[in-house]
């Protein structure tokens, strides 16, 4: 067992917990969002930001990297058809 598999079940039971909550959540993003960063304003409700101060994105796409079943539903259940699209091999 390595120390990032126990980052990414430390990860996904705290985005749990924020998809759990009983009230709506708000992230507010202050800059660039990428990887952990993403998956964490992607589990609130809602999320404000600037449009002229940083990026939210999957960085994994991007640079080809497989992405675990828990973050990847996440983004399926988080994003518009139109911004979340798995290329299959």
Do not use: W, Y
């Not at 067992?1 to 430390?10: E, L, M, N, P, W």
């Amino acid at each position: 067992q390595s120390a990032s598999d126990g980052f990414d079940r430390s990860m996904m039971r705290m985005l749990g917990r924020i998809l759990s909550l009983p009230l709506p959540t708000v992230a507010c993003v202050t800059g660039h969002a990428f990887g952990a960063g993403f998956m964490l304003a992607l589990a609130h409700d809602f999320r404000v930001a600037r449009l002229d101060r940083g990026f939210l994105c999957a960085n994994e796409v991007l640079i080809g990297m497989g992405i675990h079943i828990p973050p990847l539903r996440l983004f399926e259940c988080k994003m518009s058809q139109p911004a979340f699209q798995v290329r299959h091999a």
